[in-house]
Each structure stands twice: as structure tokens, then as C-alpha cells.
């Protein structure tokens, strides 16, 4: 039976589970925004307390977004850096489908939707276990977004009660152990080098970083950039 370790680290609060096939044997939590400080130690604490080793495993998978920034880096470094280190192959899963499967029902078109604050949300749109569409939208483009959809999901108590849309419960490492097996069965597994997060939309620095380029280029003579 595989041996899994999945790591959460997108939401309020991180998490780290290890599974044997759909089993979950073992989950820690991580209060809070402590997880880049002791994600590698609660791991390394997990795979001792159940004598297991790095490289027995069978697969690692990470929720690699969209989310927090700083969390969704922490938990994708982590995972990238483990999956090198032991030889082991990586998965990753978005934490939007793992909100749309809290919403059950198989061949459901379900919409989910997480805060990606400034007035906006991250939505994404699955029927049944395909992914339809994810994208970063606007309050007022979610009634279109989830058109035809069956369901509307949030984990975020005031996302819920703004959109209307029914509260599930905020997604962990253990809830997304299904959906990484699922991953490992087709053999989907990610180029450690080229995987990148899933952020659906860049950071603050990205955007500072192609401003002051553009700035520069303009300064330099070349207007029509």
C-alpha cells in the first residue's frame, strides 16, 4: 500500500498528514503562521513517530494554492526540497478542488470560492472531478462565474454569508489525501524543476519588479514600450 505524506499550508492554518493508501494515519497542525518556522520539524517528527522513512514513501503532495502567499511558497518549497532530497515523486493538488469536492455529489458542477482580498476571489468551477475553469475575479463576475453551476462553496464564514454560498470546512493535508492517491494512480506527477504555485495572480513584488522594469526601459529612450 503507498505511503503518503501531504502537506497544507495555503490557509489560516498549515497542516501535514501521512496516509497509507486512502488511510490517514497521522495529522499535526500548525497554528496559525508558524509553519515556516517548524514545517520541516513537525514532518520529520511525523515520519519518526511512525518509523517511516523519506525514501519509502510513495508520493509527497502538496496543496500548492492558491492562497496565502508566503504559505502556499513555504509548503511548495518544502515539498520540492523533500521530493529532490528523498527521490521520491511529487504531486500537487489546488486547494480550490478541494473545496469543490467537500461540496460532494460526483457529477455536480460546483463553484468554490476563496477571499483573495482587495475585492477580489479565487474561483474555481469543477464538474465532477474536471477541472472547468479557475481564475481570479471580481465580486460582481462571480454570478457569472457560476453560472450553471449546482453549488456554490466557501470555507470562509464571511465569504459564505456575502455570496450566499454554503460553509464547508477549510481544507487540510488529510482532506486532500484523496485527490493525491487519485493523482498517483494516473501517474500525474509534477516536474520538481518546473512545477510552480498556483497563485492565479502574481505577487506584489512581481508586479513592482515589471513596473520599475518597464520605468527603466521607458528612461532609457525606448517609448514605445
Excluded at 107 to 136: I, Q
Excluded at 203 to 210: N, P, S, V
Amino acid at each position: 500500500m503507498v505511503k503518503l505524506l501531504a502537506i497544507d499550508t495555503c490557509g489560516a492554518e498549515g497542516s501535514v498528514a501521512l496516509a497509507e493508501g486512502a488511510k490517514v494515519i497521522a495529522e499535526e497542525r500548525l497554528p496559525g503562521r508558524s509553519a515556516s518556522e517548524s514545517l520541516i520539524s513537525v514532518i520529520r517528527q511525523a515520519l519518526e513517530t511512525a518509523e517511516w522513512r523519506l525514501n519509502e514513501l510513495g508520493a509527497i503532495g502538496v496543496v500548492h494554492g492558491p492562497g496565502s502567499f508566503t504559505g502556499v511558497r513555504v509548503g511548495l518549497s518544502a515539498a520540492k526540497g523533500l521530493s529532490e532530497a528523498g527521490g521520491v515523486s511529487l504531486v500537487t493538488v489546488s486547494r480550490l478542488a478541494l473545496l469543490a469536492r467537500a461540496a460532494g455529489g460526483e457529477e455536480a458542477r460546483v463553484c468554490a470560492v476563496l477571499d483573495a482580498g482587495r475585492g477580489e476571489f479565487y474561483c474555481g468551477v469543477y464538474e465532477g472531478r474536471r477541472r472547468v475553469s479557475e481564475a481570479l475575479v471580481a465580486a460582481d463576475e462571480i454570478v457569472a462565474a457560476a453560472r450553471g453551476a449546482s453549488v456554490l462553496v466557501a470555507c470562509e464564514p464571511r465569504v459564505a454569508e456575502a455570496l450566499g454560498a454554503r460553509l464547508v470546512e477549510e481544507p487540510s493535508a488529510s482532506s486532500a489525501v484523496g485527490l493525491i492517491l487519485e493523482r498517483v494512480a494516473a501517474g500525474e506527477f509534477e516536474d520538481v524543476a518546473a512545477i510552480d504555485a498556483n497563485y492565479l495572480r502574481r505577487t506584489d513584488l512581481e508586479i513592482f519588479a515589471k513596473n520599475a522594469f518597464l520605468n527603466a526601459v521607458k528612461g532609457a529612450g525606448f517609448e514605445g514600450v
